[in-house]
């Protein structure tokens, strides 16, 4: 008898021992079947209906409450910094400015141009007053006003220098030709009294004329007729300067 009962209590102690054992886990009793761990699909669903949460599917994509738009990320600041465009915009714009000037053209002044064999008639022709005298005469044929500068560069045949201008003929100003309007020129083919020396019988005459500057080039030279019988010349070989009227060139 006295060990039945040292049994009973002991059956007794050990049951107590664990249920109390099983309060102290907080599961309570279980029973071998139901000692088995929660599976994962049931911790899934009930993630799944807790509010503001997003699953993941194994495939990638994201549902739920609070999923995002396709093409977001979860972070503000990436949402702003990550996104990206592609803009074009054309524009033309042209403040060129050109400009042109000319003002190399040979003896032009503006409007006004050179008279030289290319824009003008010239004769040359011995007169009986003053003696032994020659009249050249420049008429000009162009379309513009043409200026003779200074005096007429004039050499017979191939002579091997030229005649100066006697200065007491320079006019106050340039002599210019309107189109049609003629100036003159007078030569002192040898000196009255035969004191002149190295007199020869010229044949050819060519007139060349003066630009701007003196002794530049003025442009185009003439070859205006001698008569027949030549004009005879010597040292004293001399011209005038251009002049606007006839008898201003013979007046000396």
Same mark, same amino acid.
Request: aromatic content about 4%; glycine content about 14%; proline content about 5%.
């Given at each position: 008898?006295?060990?039945?009962?040292?049994? +009973?209590?002991?059956?007794?102690?050990?049951?107590?021992?664990?249920?109390?054992?099983?309060?102290?886990?907080?599961?309570?009793?279980?029973? &071998?079947?139901?000692?088995?761990?929660? %599976?994962?699909?049931?911790?899934?669903?009930?993630?799944?209906?807790?509010?503001?949460?997003?699953?993941? %599917?194994?495939?990638?994509?994201?549902?739920?409450?609070?999923?995002?738009?396709?093409?977001?990320?979860?972070?503000?600041?990436?949402?702003?910094?990550?996104?990206?465009?592609?803009?074009?915009?054309?524009?033309?714009?042209?403040?060129?400015?050109?400009?042109?000037?000319?003002?190399?053209?040979?003896?032009?002044?503006?409007?006004?141009?050179?008279?030289?064999?290319?824009?003008?008639?010239?004769?040359?022709?011995?007169?009986?007053? =003053?003696?032994? +005298?020659?009249?050249?005469?420049?008429?000009?044929?162009?379309?513009?006003?043409?200026?003779?500068?200074?005096?007429?560069?004039?050499?017979? @045949?191939?002579?091997?220098?030229? =005649?100066?201008?006697? &200065? &007491?003929?320079?006019?106050?100003?340039?002599?210019?030709?309107? =189109?049609? &309007?003629?100036?003159?020129?007078?030569?002192?083919?040898?000196?009255? @009294?035969?004191?002149?020396?190295?007199?020869?019988?010229?044949?050819?005459?060519?007139?060349?004329?003066?630009?701007?500057?003196?002794?530049?080039?003025?442009?185009?030279?003439?070859? =205006?007729?001698?008569?027949?019988?030549?004009?005879?010349? @010597?040292?004293?070989?001399?011209?005038?300067?251009?002049?606007? @009227?006839?008898?201003?060139?013979?007046?000396?």
């Amino acid at each position: 008898m006295h060990i039945r009962r040292t049994r +009973h209590l002991l059956a007794v102690t050990a049951l107590a021992a664990l249920a109390l054992t099983a309060c102290n886990n907080g599961t309570g009793v279980q029973d &071998e079947g139901a000692s088995q761990p929660a %599976s994962s699909s049931s911790t899934d669903s009930a993630q799944q209906t807790k509010p503001g949460t997003a699953s993941v %599917s194994s495939s990638g994509s994201t549902s739920g409450a609070d999923a995002k738009p396709a093409g977001t990320s979860s972070n503000p600041a990436k949402d702003t910094a990550g996104s990206t465009g592609t803009g074009s915009g054309t524009g033309t714009g042209t403040g060129k400015s050109t400009g042109k000037g000319s003002g190399t053209s040979t003896g032009s002044t503006g409007s006004r141009v050179l008279c030289n064999g290319s824009n003008t008639k010239v004769t040359a022709q011995p007169v009986a007053r =003053p003696l032994n +005298h020659m009249l050249i005469t420049v008429t000009n044929t162009g379309g513009k006003l043409c200026d003779l500068t200074y005096w007429p560069v004039v050499r017979f @045949d191939q002579m091997q220098w030229v =005649p100066q201008a006697t &200065e &007491e003929t320079q006019p106050q100003a340039v002599t210019s030709l309107a =189109p049609g &309007e003629s100036g003159y020129a007078g030569v002192l083919l040898s000196a009255a @009294d035969g004191s002149g020396a190295g007199g020869a019988t010229a044949k050819k005459l060519t007139v060349a004329f003066q630009g701007y500057t003196p002794n530049s080039d003025g442009g185009a030279s003439a070859t =205006p007729s001698l008569p027949a019988k030549g004009v005879y010349y @010597d040292s004293s070989l001399a011209v005038t300067y251009w002049q606007q @009227d006839r008898d201003d060139a013979l007046s000396w």
